[in-house]
């Protein structure tokens, strides 16, 4: 059984442009969130979606936007890239509100 | 959700029981408390969590205070892929989980 997939594993942009990530959930697990954790830090909440939906949103601001999908799986879109938004980028799947699994991360490096 | 106050790291010999202790003196009623670990380079793991009651899973157990206010994840035979950054959470209603510094735990032959 398959867990979450993210893809791509690393990435590094120029600033100023724009970066698209892509989570496919669990299977059986219908809500993705969404987590930034930056160098020596604990992740932070961005956004989670739940069918198709935006349901909750950290203190991020609207640069960071995102999408899912009838298939449950979402990406993650940034704008207009500052070196601050170099970090691994999370994906976490759930079916209820109990259990999270984690995907491996996509490591963006902005320079 | 109430804030979790963890020691930044902790050493435990292998073989031996890892006490990871969590401060949340602020936890309400219908929170509960979470323990994830993330080993270098990966996404966290869930391990184990409860309301009130303890709770052992074959991971480990969980020792919740008769008040709450604490709590302490027990890993009784730590190994050398024990070694990770672990996170005490306390989550309510809300969807999102609140990681805090965490506790960086060493396991050493």
């Known amino acids: 059984d398959a867990g979450v997939t993210q893809s791509p594993t690393h990435l590094i942009k120029t600033r100023g442009q724009q970066v698209t990530l892509r989570c496919s959930p669990k299977s059986g697990h219908d809500t993705v969130s969404w987590y930034q954790q930056a160098l020596g830090q604990g992740p932070q909440f961005i956004f989670q979606y739940y069918e198709e939906e935006e349901r909750q949103r950290g203190n991020f601001p609207d640069r960071f936007s995102g999408h899912q999908f009838p298939n449950y799986s979402s990406e993650l879109n940034v704008n207009a890239l500052l070196l601050g938004d170099s970090a691994l980028y999370l994906c976490a799947s759930s079916l209820d509100i109990y259990g999270y699994t984690f995907g491996s991360g996509t490591r963006l490096t902005v320079v | 959700d109430a804030k979790t106050t963890q020691p930044p790291s902790m050493d435990c010999a292998e073989g031996r029981a890892a006490n990871l202790p969590c401060n949340h003196s602020t936890i309400s009623g219908n929170e509960y408390v979470y323990w994830y670990r993330q080993i270098h380079s990966q996404g966290p793991q869930y391990i184990i969590h409860g309301l009130k009651n303890n709770e052992t899973n074959e991971m480990a157990s969980l020792i919740i205070t008769e008040d709450r206010k604490s709590s302490t994840l027990i890993l009784p035979h730590a190994t050398l892929r024990d070694t990770a950054v672990y996170y005490c959470?306390?989550?309510?209603?809300?969807?999102?989980?609140?990681f805090g510094g965490g506790t960086r735990l060493m396991v050493k032959p």
């Open positions: 959470i306390v989550r309510g209603a809300g969807n999102m989980l609140t």
